[in-house]
């Protein structure tokens, strides 16, 4: 639902538009809606079955910083990343 498809006729070119206000749409809607859940390294996967999990010495280290990555991903907006690339001259 984040983005759709606008088909080409002789007047318009075929692309993509979004479907949803980049005020509202974060870094983080987008990649995870095009790669799923942000994981940094396989052990934070929660599909990841390793034994060590719980024991492990740098586990917990590694999920605060997977979680630290996911908090500042979605605090940016579309819309600004956008204007800070200069891509916006309307907005």
Known sequence: GIAGTVRGNANR???YVLKTDPRKLTLYDIVHGFEGDVAINACLDG?????KRETCSIYKEMLRVNNALIASMKERTILEIIKEQGGCTAC
């Open 47 to 51: 599909d990841d079955t390793c034994p």
């Open 13 to 15: 070119r075929s692309g």
